[in-house]
């Protein structure tokens, strides 16, 4: 049965005709039309691209740093600090560290960890103390810094500030000795004095070179009293 086609343009067929039409398609008659024709731009694009928006179409490319982990985009290395840790905390030549680097390849991250450290063993339920305490820290090392270029010393003020910020780990590890001792006034008085020196030792050391000469105790003394006064920091003295 075959219907007349209302319009030019539509045909019904019977059941019996359409299954005389069935066949296949092969995959060569399929041609997608993205609106490119020999290379040519799109329409839209082409739009865009004449009226001087084509820089809406251009993708970035992925950077490397963007996939870089955290503490290297924070430049953050964990080895480097606890070398750094162990060249202060045993200061001694004749343990074969490299104690120069603490000097030489400063860095800021550990520094800082040291300073909150003490801080925080310092607070007793006073948080006003973690600013004072990297307050004290920033303007000693500046202080220590503009003396050392004053007496001709070649230093920074990023390794005065390491340095310094390092130099404070002896000062934590007594720590937990004097709440242990705190009641024998003597003992406690040496341990106090016996990180003082450590700490100073250790920073003197590293910031007193040979190029001061003669005036090494005008730098050693400054860096002496500076860690009195954190360690005063603590104790409440």
């Known amino acids: 049965m075959q219907f ?22 092969s995959a060569q008659d399929i041609k997608l039309n993205m609106g ?18 084509g820089w809406l179409l251009e993708v970035e490319e992925d950077d490397a740093e963007e996939n870089k982990p955290l503490l290297e985009e924070l430049d953050i290395d964990l080895k480097d600090i606890y070398y750094k840790i162990r060249c202060v905390l045993m200061p001694m030549p004749s343990l074969g560290y490299n104690r120069q680097v ?25 948080f006003r103390v973690v600013s004072w305490i990297i307050t004290i820290w920033i ?19 990023g390794q005065v500030l ?7 780990l002896p000062l934590i590890l007594i720590a937990p000795l004097l709440l242990v001792i705190g009641e ?8 106090k004095l016996f990180g003082v020196f450590w700490a100073a030792y250790s920073a ?18 400054p860096v ?6 954190f360690l005063s920091l603590y104790t409440g003295v």
């Not at 400063?106 to 007793?124: K, Q, T």
């Open 4 to 25: 007349p086609p209302s319009n030019g343009d539509f045909t019904f067929v019977s059941s019996a005709e359409a299954e005389e039409l069935s066949g296949s398609i």
């Open 36 to 53: 490119t024709d020999g290379g040519k731009d799109p329409y839209a694009t082409t739009f865009l691209r004449q009226r001087g928006y």
């Open 102 to 126: 603490v000097r030489d390849n400063p860095d800021f991250w550990g520094p800082l960890a040291v300073v909150l450290l003490f801080s925080m063993v310092s607070i007793y339920g006073q």
């Open 139 to 157: 303007f000693g090392s500046l202080t220590i810094f503009l003396l050392a270029r004053v007496l001709g010393g070649e230093v920074s003020f």
């Open 162 to 168: 390491g340095v310094i910020g390092y130099s404070l």
């Open 184 to 191: 024998f006034e003597i003992v406690s008085t040496v341990i």
């Open 204 to 221: 003197a050391s590293l910031l007193v070179g040979d190029e001061f000469k003669t005036k090494k105790p005008l730098l050693i003394y």
């Open 224 to 229: 002496f009293l500076l860690y009195i006064y």
